[in-house]
């Protein structure tokens, strides 16, 4: 892995309003603005997967499914693809929601 990947996955955004692309209501559309560490090698894999397919710091995503029962899988779009991820996936990357038109939400105080 090259020193650009590493810093990628342990970029956060330290915003409040960051939260588990797993928690992202149907239809919501977010930005993700990082990757939570690896505890272990392998979340490290996962992580290095999800930077692999798109998950990346700056790229919009919206949650268009989910599966049955707890809600696993669940189906992601990020620009033109749409990819499906385990809720334990989802929960590693961290997002901002935004509004209609593509305004960052504030947590509410």
Do not use: Y
Not at 36 to 60: K, M, N
Request: charged share 20%.
């Amino acid at each position: 892995m090259d020193h650009g990947a590493a810093a990628l996955l342990h970029q956060r955004a330290g915003r409040s309003a960051s939260t588990g692309l797993d928690t992202l209501p149907l239809r919501a559309q977010a930005l993700v603005t990082g990757l939570l560490p690896a505890r272990d090698a392998q979340e490290h894999s996962v992580l290095l997967r999800l930077l692999e397919i798109g998950f990346l710091p700056g790229e919009t995503v919206r949650v268009v499914a989910r599966g049955g029962v707890g809600g696993d899988p669940i189906a992601v779009r990020v620009g033109q693809v749409t990819f499906a991820l385990r809720r334990q996936e989802a929960s590693m990357v961290e997002v901002q929601r935004l509004d209609a038109s593509g305004r960052a939400l504030e947590e509410a105080a």
